[in-house]
């Protein structure tokens, strides 16, 4: 017997009051904040639940006003961050995550997320940046998925909170403009899926797959970035890209996260070599009043750098530079990271003989949907969180910023989705998941690109073109490159079999990487100076006429940019 | 150097078959390097889960490697034959792909 092919049935229908996108740190923090608040919550990951994102790659730091290691002062941590941000911070964000970041670190705690300690208190380490040592973490390199770890276990003892893998979102669902829902592919099946909730959440993460070299993983192509332009929101500070300096480039290591050389260095020192096997962070480290002239840059300057000895010629052989511990005794390299040794011995890494070569690697995003500070964007009903979110780090987020950012917008957009269920009737029509259920059912299969095959296109584009250095040059030609790669998909999804298609997620995957792409490459463009994460080599240095942000938003189809005044003044409690 | 993958392929309930994709590869890259480069250059229709890529976080690219319960991720390409089906003890989806989720994480649906 054959069933009738899935495009043909009634969709699925789920109801509930608020529904989650994304189940990294900050999608689970907000569905536990939602329960909290008295909300039925619905919490969709297109992976497997607390197991994709960004937040279980986290190695090592997380960055706190806690006072522990050394007196210290949540304003601090604003001050530092702000100094980061280059001018372009939202004082409100940056302050709310400053502010809260003490709090919910130690919730953590409570739950037994084992933060490291020293003599009876959490243990805070310095990283660039920070004016003192700030920054929990939990050993060896296990931050991550221990905080994935802890929020699972809560969500596990939560009532009130319905969690749903393998569940793609296409589209917010919107009715007389406001959200009320969304429509999704179950991927198991290939079937559709409505979703009706009073107050829906956007906590997606970055966009760090669209580049090459990344330290993403698969499923951070920047969609929510996409749901929320689509759904009428608007985006903020999108070009600029955090590229972390250190990604591990050489030998070929596996089994371990690429930016894991960070922690050696905040714990061991480690020196940044070039080809001549000379340390060259001072060369670069007096174009920044906030670097005391060792070897602590900031990511950006690190970056900066490392580019600069690669373009003349002093790059390592495979095209970074040597990151040496050479100078660090053995046991010392032991006590630090345990079993980390071990396993970097399988990978054939041997520290206290040889140097690895790292490169810069794209990292997270400091932008994103544009909010206030209850996490609320422009469309009612449609909040967001997490990396999701654009404007609390400026042009340059420092170290440690973006688990807290997590955890601290994560329970503000729970508790803010659930305040808004309890005061609105669900808004639900079937009508407003009709466009996205037609583009589903349009599905094919034809003749067409490898769709894997063109999202490393656009992978390369994005870092040839619009990755941490830039030109009016480069920039226009990426543009046209990716209107011509979204071209060459077409306006339907292909498909390949019903059950787990690749080929149906990558096209959807591609159809809002595009769309993204473009909001990074459009205000790149516009951008005539360098600040922060954003480097024109055709425009030199800060200028002050640029101390704004630039806001992507998309009307008819269309991407609109203007330019608005950093929103200043502390956030109200 | 050059490797072979034989891969067991199918949906539930459908007979499983046995594609086989000869890929290049460099020292040190691990079999979900090269199902990757399978997907962009021969198939992309070829079905199998994984989340981090590299770093062996999220623990979903687990599957039967030489008979052998492993992860992708971690585990190196060699030259000649490998292997690979989907988990034996776990309900097929299609391809390499099975339900790892816990029961009360996933949607039931019927296909």
Known sequence: ?573 | MKATLSIQRGALGATPHQDTFDIPFEHGQSILDGLRAIRRSMDPSLAFRFSCINANACKECMMLIDGKVDYACTVRLKEGMTTLAPLPKKALIRDLVTEIAPPDERLMLRS
């Open chain 1, 1 to 573: 017997m054959t069933s009738p092919p899935p495009n043909t049935l009634v969709p699925a229908h789920l109801e509930a009051d608020v529904l989650v996108i994304g189940a990294g740190g900050a999608g689970m923090y907000a569905a536990l904040e939602a329960a909290k608040g008295g909300a039925s919550v619905i919490l969709a990951d297109r992976s497997l639940i607390g197991r994709g994102g960004a937040t279980v790659m986290a190695q090592m730091t997380v960055a706190a006003a806690l006072g522990e290691q050394t007196p210290d002062h949540w304003e601090h941590h604003f001050a530092d961050t702000l100094a980061a941000g280059r001018g372009l911070c939202d004082e409100r964000l940056a302050a709310l995550l400053c502010e809260d970041g003490p709090q919910r670190l130690r919730e953590m705690d409570a739950w037994k997320v084992g933060w490291a300690r020293e003599d009876g208190h959490i243990k805070q380490a310095q990283a660039p940046g920070h004016d003192r040592p700030r920054c929990a973490y939990v050993d060896f390199l296990s931050t991550g998925p221990a905080v994935s770890k802890t929020l699972r276990t809560q969500l596990n003892n939560a009532s009130g909170i319905r969690r749903i893998g393998d569940l793609t979102i296409v589209d917010i669902a919107l009715r007389y403009g406001e959200a009320c829902g969304a429509t999704a592919l179950h991927l198991p099946t290939g079937q559709a899926v409505t979703l009706a909730a009073k107050a829906v959440v956007i906590a997606t993460g970055g966009l760090t797959g669209l580049y090459r070299r990344n330290s993403a993983s698969s499923n951070m192509g920047g969609d929510g970035y996409a749901l929320a332009l689509r759904a009428g929101a608007e985006l903020i500070d999108m070009e600029f890209v955090q590229f972390f300096p250190i990604g591990h480039l050489a030998p070929r290591l596996v089994g371990m996260d690429p930016i894991m050389w960070d922690p050696f260095r905040y714990k061991l020192g480690g020196k940044l070599l070039n080809s001549e096997m000379r340390e060259f962070e001072a060369d670069y480290a007096t174009k920044d009043a906030r670097s005391d002239g060792t070897y602590k840059l900031t990511r950006d300057l690190a970056t900066y750098a490392i580019t600069k000895e690669v373009e003349a010629g002093r790059g390592s052989p495979a095209g970074g530079a040597y990151l040496s511990f050479q100078h660090v005794p053995e046991a010392e390299i032991r006590k630090a990271f345990g079993p980390v040794v071990d396993r970097l011995a399988e990978n054939g890494i041997d520290l206290a003989q040889r140097p690895v070569e790292v490169a810069p690697i794209a990292h997270y995003h400091m932008g994103g949907i544009r909010v206030d500070e209850m996490m609320a964007t422009g469309v009612p009903g449609l909040f967001a969180c997490g990396e999701a979110v654009g404007g609390a780090n400026g042009a340059n987020r420092l170290s440690g910023n973006a688990i807290t950012e997590a955890f601290v917008f994560g329970a503000r957009a729970g508790r803010s989705a659930a305040e808004r269920a309890k005061q609105n009737a669900s808004m639900w029509s079937a009508d407003a998941a009709k466009s996205a259920i037609d583009l589903l059912r349009s599905a094919s299969k034809r003749d067409a690109p490898n769709p894997a095959a063109v999202i490393v296109k656009l992978q390369a584009v994005m870092a040839d073109d619009v990755g941490p250095f830039r030109t009016d040059a480069k920039l226009r030609s990426a543009i046209s490159a990716i209107a011509q790669l979204k071209a060459d998909i077409g306006d339907t999804p292909f498909a390949s079999v019903e059950a787990f298609d690749p080929v149906r997620a990558d096209w959807l995957d591609l159809r809002n990487m595009f769309a993204v792409a473009q909001s990074v490459a459009v205000p790149a463009l516009a951008r005539t100076e360098s600040r922060g994460a954003h480097q024109r080599d055709d425009h030199l240095g800060l200028n002050d006429a640029w101390s704004v942000n630039q806001i992507v938003a998309m009307a008819d189809g269309d991407m609109t940019l203007r330019k608005v005044m950093p929103t200043t003044g502390k956030a109200a409690a």
